[in-house]
């Protein structure tokens, strides 16, 4: 099974998994980075860039340092990561996109109350189990080879930026002296040195000792660093294999299932607010008279212009029936006070279904992900529009960031009679499997399917399969490139979840859609999306969404007749 891109969702898409990708060229062990882990963040990479780069990485390094120095993990991150793409081999923004998101990562940890539950309640042992049990996985499942040796680095870098984080030190060493939690820090790798890493049962030894010895030194439950080892090697491994806690695996399953309990709101964060993307029909905010385009300002006691939006967001979340105090402005700056009952919510898949071109019968919807459901709402989708008289359909996948590929499969298979859809390939032969197209059931009207950089995933199968099968007509820009599957696995020593990468999928050409994506046969560009709101909070009519519009001109006048040509290499 694949995972969505993000599962922070409490009845959002919030994708903040999207934050967290990586370089494309793979993680480099951290022993190559000169030092300790300490070492590296105290560096000034401008100064480095200044000696050793080029002017286009010396400004992506003062920027990134800019982002790091106000303490701005996520910006950094997302700053990071989309220089990577532009600069691939750069070593050091490599290096600091690495800390950046070892940092990121405590913030998010130490603002998950599930997380925060488990630090307090497991025992150390429980918690050494749970490392254990995860390794056992990376060891059968995991897409490459495992470099324990690398774990455990990464393991002992994530508690040494933990041990810099003032939210990790006020809920774990409150009180302890910071000269004592410092030196400890800037000493733990050496305590390592020499110990053997030849299996994964020396990686949980290792843990166990440097687990006492942070408690004999500076009071740190063995719990809490068994943890940091766990997450810091897992976060590490590449841009899609997570730790989930416990909240976030129930709203990992939530998310196949489709529904959630919360508001019915698809959310946007700002620097000052939550913007309110979609509202869904029926849901909890619909009926309190939440509307797309709006703005949320306040949730608790939290406003939205001082704390951070992740932090906002979060109070959004709770138990079925509980109350949740909001305000909201609308377009024109007026702000209205909502109490609104959380409660569980079906979260439909495909939205926006109507004719874009009525003289030429042409359908449009648009799938935000793929779930259990989309299937289902596909087909009714079709057949809507069927009874409207349509005579071609306009898919738009772009902001879709995947979901099942199962469901991918499903789709694709209703467009294709036979042939290749999608190829999988592990390092465990489990992983391989080859779908395929079935002749029943397959629809022949002309089809279009809109993309963009932000399609990932799942949308990727779906639109590799109709572009190489010369299906479909894909117009956008180039998706994202995520060729890799994510398996979910319960843990059995705690109430965690593993979001394992465990294979890579090729199109039907064999193409790896990894770092590539799907290249569109016309490259249109346009951040508006018909029916969505833009930053002021208007909402796109159809006819001021260009790449839509290019899509009803592929497919106007052409009837029945649509053949789409091959996409460029």
Known sequence: MESNSGIERFLTRWQRGRLLVLAATGFVALATLGGPIATVVADDPAAVASADSADDEQQVLTKGYELERQRMWADAVQHYESALRQLPDSRVVYQRLLISRLRYDVHRRYTDHSFLASVRDLSTTQALDLYSETLANLQTHYVETVDWSRVLLHGTAALEVALDEERFINSNLPGVDREAIEQFRLNVHRELRGRSTQTRFDLRAAVS????????????????????????????????????????????FSNIEGNFVGLGVELKPADDHLQIVSVIPGGPADEAGVLAGERIVRVADAETNVVDPDFAADLLRGP?????????????????????????????????????????????????????????????????????????LIMDLRGNPGGLLTAAVEVADRFLSDGAIVTTRGRNAKENFDYRAHRSGTWNFPLVVLID??????????????????????????????????????????????????????????????????????????????????????????????????????????????VSSRPSR
């Not at 279904?353 to 042409?362: A, C, G, Q, S």
């Not at 890579?504 to 490259?523: L, M």
């Not at 009519?541 to 106007?556: K, P, R, S, T």
Request: net charge neutral.
């Open 320 to 392: 079925e029936n509980s109350v949740v105090s909001i305000s909201v402005t609308d377009t024109a700056g007026r702000r209205r006070d909502l109490q609104i009952t959380r409660r569980r919510v079906d979260v439909p898949c495909v939205e926006n279904v109507h004719l874009v071109d009525v003289t030429n019968r042409v359908g449009y919807f648009r799938l935000t992900n793929f779930q259990k459901t989309t299937r289902r709402e596909v087909e009714q989708a079709v057949i809507a529009l069927q009874g409207q008289g349509m005579r071609s």
């Open 453 to 562: 950089g932000n399609s990932a995933s799942a949308s990727e199968i779906f639109a590799g399969a109709m572009s190489d099968r010369g299906r479909a007509v894909v117009v956008g820009s180039t998706s994202y490139g995520k060729g890799s599957v994510q398996g979910v696995f319960r843990m059995r020593s705690a109430k965690f979840g593993l979001c394992l990468t465990t294979a890579k999928f090729y199109s039907p050409s064999g193409r790896a859609i990894s770092q590539n994506g799907v290249r569109p046969h016309a490259e249109v560009s346009d951040r508006h999306i018909t029916g969505r709101p833009d930053d002021q909070g208007h909402i796109i009519g159809d006819d001021e969404d260009a790449v839509l519009q290019h899509g009803i001109a592929q497919l106007a006048g052409h009837g029945g007749n649509l």
């Open 209 to 252: 000792f440097v687990a006492n010895l942070a408690h004999e030194r500076i009071g740190l439950s063995g719990t809490a660093t068994s943890l940091e080892f766990l997450s810091g090697a897992i976060s590490t491994l590449d841009p899609y294999t997570r730790l989930l806690s416990g909240s976030q695996l129930d709203e990992m």
